[in-house]
C-alpha cells in the first residue's frame, strides 16, 4: 500500500522560497507516478507537478514552470518540491500524491491518492 506524508509547509514572503518533502512507500519504484497537487480553500484541487518513476518523465504545470522543480532522494525514499519565487496565489495546501492503478498517463491532473498535507502561506 502507498503512503505519502507531506511536510516542510510554512509562511514566507512573496519572492521566497520553501522546500516540501514527502516521505514515499509502498510505491513501485520503477512504474509509479508520483507528484503533488494543491487546493487552495473554495478552489478546485490543481495538479502541480508529475512525475514518472520508470523514465524520470516530469510535467509541470504551467503555473510553476520555471518556478518549481521536483526531486527524489532514492536511499532517503524521499520526494521534494522546491519551490522559488513564491507568488501569494501559490498558497494552499499542497499534497505529495500519487496515481492509484495504471501509472500511463502521469501528469499533474492524474493524482488522485494522497497523503496529509501540508500548508504553504505566501504573503505579499
Known amino acids: 500500500q502507498v503512503q505519502l506524508e507531506a511536510s516542510g509547509g510554512g509562511s514566507v514572503q512573496a519572492g521566497g522560497s520553501l522546500r516540501l518533502s514527502c516521505a514515499a512507500s509502498?510505491?513501485?519504484?520503477?512504474?509509479?507516478?508520483l507528484g503533488w497537487f494543491r487546493q487552495a480553500p473554495g478552489k478546485a484541487r490543481e495538479g502541480v507537478v508529475a512525475?514518472?518513476?520508470?523514465?524520470?518523465?516530469?510535467t509541470y504545470a504551467d503555473s510553476v514552470k520555471g518556478r518549481f522543480t521536483i526531486s527524489q532522494d532514492n536511499a532517503k525514499n524521499t520526494l521534494y518540491l522546491q519551490m522559488n519565487s513564491l507568488k501569494p496565489e501559490d498558497t494552499a495546501m499542497y499534497y505529495c500524491?500519487?496515481?492509484?492503478?495504471?501509472?500511463?498517463?502521469?501528469?499533474?491532473?492524474?493524482?488522485?491518492?494522497w497523503g496529509h498535507g501540508t500548508q504553504v502561506t505566501v504573503s505579499s
Open positions: 509502498g510505491y513501485n519504484p520503477s512504474d509509479t507516478c
Open positions: 512525475w514518472h518513476t520508470g523514465d524520470s518523465r516530469v
Open positions: 500524491a500519487a496515481k492509484f492503478g495504471d501509472s500511463w498517463p502521469c501528469s499533474p491532473e492524474e493524482l488522485d491518492y
